[in-house]
């Protein structure tokens, strides 16, 4: 016999422990029952709750279907410190990147202001009873850095730019600008195994290739044949001359140091070198057609990246063979 279907009399009284447990209880079976209300036919038991079935129902995960137990303040504030420290990290991950950017643009929009000012220098300097003057007035270049010794110009591009180096570094200008300072897109420069008067056989000149078209970066528009037809002549400038190059070849080349990697003293390597030069076994090459190279001439090689987005190591270069040195003041 239930204790329902027993006298009154005879029903057994709930220790107070059992009211608190059956009370305390209420707010979970009503959750369950909603859990539940899926099977009509499922029979509804009153259970007395222990505290350790108390403590096991509060403990329900998500997979069993059961309701979650209250947050407590303390997890609480956990979390929102815990949200709060994820949300400052973010944010100063967003700013440093926005700052880098920022300085990347900067940099570039600096860049291009200074080469689309830069007076174009004369090309075709008439001699008369006395030595023209130089277009370029070193004595001005000299007093923004000492390491400005000549300057570059290219027709038809936005390559108009002093050329330096460095006494204590071959790289230093690598990421510095002409006066020192950090700059990512860097300087146009030559290292110390060339000498600064463009004596030598091969002469390496490089510069970055970047996506605004300052530095190096019009290197590439000889790439395209019409462009590499219509345009032969590089012009160099040093205190006292104006060098004038004639552009006879511009191609793709592996990544090897060139000047560390051939002996130009000897005649027999150079004219090999200067043999491939003329006949570059890249995939992208343009040569002047019926150019010649003799032990005797003189070449610069203006090297940069083989493009700004690509991840190789290959170099992009143009080459142009001296045919003229006109003396100047």
Known sequence: MTDMNRPKHM????????????????????????????????????????????????RTSPTDGGSKSPETPHASRRRT????????????????????????????????ERQEQTPVPETDVQAGDEL???????????????????????????????????SVDDTFYLRRDVTGASDVYGSIFTQSMNARDFSDPVTLIYGHDTDNGTMFGDLHEFEDQTFFNEHEDLYIYTP?????????????????????????????????????????TSMVKNAREGASLTTDDKIVQLSTCNGVATSDNTRYLVTGVLVDDQATQ
């Open 132 to 166: 023209p003057e130089n277009p370029i007035d070193f004595a001005e270049q000299q007093e923004i850095s000492a390491d400005i010794y000549a300057w570059i110009y290219i027709p038809g591009t936005g390559i108009n730019l002093p050329i330096v180096q460095s």
């Open 11 to 58: 029903r057994r009284r709930e220790t107070p422990a059992e009211e608190a447990g059956a009370s305390s209880e209420s707010g979970g079976a009503t959750s369950a029952g909603s859990h539940a209300r899926g099977s009509a036919s499922a029979p509804q038991t009153s259970q007395v709750s222990t505290p350790s079935s108390r403590a096991t129902a509060s």
């Open 240 to 280: 006292g001359h104006i060098l004038r190059y004639r552009i006879i070849a511009a191609y793709v080349y592996d990544d090897r140091h060139i000047m560390n990697s051939f002996d130009f003293s000897d005649l027999a390597v150079r004219q090999r070198y200067f043999d491939a030069v003329l006949n570059p």
């Open 81 to 112: 410190v815990l949200l709060t420290a994820v949300l400052a990290a973010c944010l100063v991950v967003a700013v440093g990147g926005a700052v880098a950017l920022s300085g990347v643009l900067s940099a570039g929009d600096r860049a291009q």
